[in-house]
DNA sequence: ACTGGCACCTGGGCGC
DNA sequence: TGCGCCCAGGTGCCAG
C-alpha cells in the first residue's frame, strides 16, 4: 500500500496523539509479520515514553529512551488511532495502548510489513544503506546523474532502489517519469543531466502534492485519523494501461519491469 | 558490484 | 456459485 507520502501522511496525522505519551501496554496479535515480533517487545516498552518519532524512507521511527520501535507498513498496513478497548478485528496485528487512553492500532492484511525494537536503527541493516531523502537537498539532479554512471538497469528500477533514492514506490516513479517525460525502459546510464535535473523536479512536485492531499488511497489506505487520502485523483498513467493519454491520446502501454506493472505513453516518454 | 528473479501473505476481480 | 488464476501501494535475499 503506502509509499513516501502514505507514510508521511500517517506520521503527521499520529504525531501530536502519540509524541510525550507513556505507553502502558502493547498487545501482540500477530507476531508472523515481514520479522516475527520478538517476544519481549511488549514488556520492554511497556511504561516508556515516546520521545519522538520520525519517518525515514518508508519507516516510522518511534523514538524511546531504551531504542526505536521501528515500523514498516508493508504493502497493505496503516497505522489507526482509536479509543482504549477497540475490539481488535481480524487483521490486527498490534495494539499499542497509551497513557491518554488512546490506542495505536497497526492493521496488515499481507503481514508484509512488521514491528521491531533497534537499539541504534540508523546503524541497523535496514536502514543504513538507505539513499537520500527525496524532498531533501541532497536529492538533486546531478546525484542521481553521478550514481547512475554505469548502470544499466531501467531508470524505473532504479529510481524504487532505495540505496539510491529513499521511498519512491510503483506510483509515484510511474507518474514522475510521465511526467518528465522519460520511457521508464530506458538505462539509467543513458539518461543525461538535463533530463535528471527535469526528474527531480517532479519527482519533488509529486511527491509534495501528494503529502498535501494524504496520500493516494486505491483500495483501503487511511492515515491515523481514519481519513483516506486523494492524490488517486492527480494520478496521470498509474493503473490507466491500455487507456488514452490524457495529454496526447496515445494508448498507454504496460510493461513489466522488475516484476511490477510500468505503464507509460509511447508518444510522451521517449 | 550489478542484475533479475523469488520469496513472504491475503484478498479482490476476472474468466470459465 | 465456485474454482483457479492473476493481480496488488514493498523489499531482503539469492544465484549468476
Not at 513516501?4 to 509524541?19: A, D, F, G, N
Not at 516498552?45 to 518519532?53: A, D, H, K, T, Y
Not at 512488521?114 to 546531478?142: A, R, T, V, W, Y
Request: charge should be positive.
Amino acid at each position: 500500500m503506502p509509499e513516501l507520502p502514505e507514510i508521511e501522511s500517517t506520521l503527521r496525522s499520529i504525531y501530536p496523539y502519540v509524541k510525550g505519551q507513556r505507553i502502558r501496554e502493547i498487545i501482540v496479535y500477530k507476531p508472523k509479520l515481514r520479522w516475527t515480533v520478538s517476544k519481549n517487545m511488549s514488556n520492554s516498552l511497556s511504561g516508556e515514553v515516546f520521545i519522538s518519532i520520525e519517518r525515514r524512507a518508508k519507516y516510522l521511527l518511534f523514538h524511546t529512551k531504551i531504542g526505536t520501535l521501528v515500523n514498516h507498513l508493508g504493502m497493505s498496513g496503516s497505522l489507526q488511532l482509536l479509543s482504549k478497548g477497540s475490539k481488535a478485528a481480524k487483521h490486527t496485528c498490534v495494539d499499542i495502548n497509551l497513557e491518554s487512553g488512546l490506542l495505536l492500532r497497526y492493521t496488515d492484511v499481507r503481514r508484509f510489513g512488521s514491528m521491531l525494537l533497534i537499539q541504534n536503527p540508523f546503524e541497523h541493516k535496514l536502514l543504513k544503506n538507505i539513499g537520500p531523502e527525496p524532498l531533501s537537498d541532497f536529492l538533486s539532479g546531478e546525484y542521481l546523474f553521478k550514481v547512475s554512471r554505469k548502470r544499466s538497469i531501467a531508470i524505473k528500477a532504479f529510481l524504487m532502489d532505495s540505496k539510491v533514492v529513499a521511498g519512491l514506490g510503483n506510483i509515484y516513479t510511474t507518474e514522475a517519469l510521465f511526467a518528465a517525460g522519460i520511457d521508464p525502459r530506458n538505462p539509467a546510464q543513458d539518461i543525461p543531466l538535463s533530463l535528471y535535473l527535469k526528474l527531480v523536479i517532479k519527482i519533488k512536485g509529486i511527491l509534495s502534492e501528494a503529502i498535501l492531499l494524504g496520500g493516494t488511497t486505491l483500495r483501503n489506505f487511511s492515515d491515523g485519523n481514519g481519513k483516506p487520502g486523494s492524490f488517486q485523483k492527480r494520478i496521470l498513467i498509474y493503473g490507466r494501461s491500455y487507456k488514452p493519454c490524457f495529454l496526447c491520446k496515445s494508448v498507454l502501454y504496460e510493461v513489466k519491469i522488475n516484476q511490477r506493472s510500468s505503464v507509460f505513453c509511447p508518444k510522451c516518454q521517449t
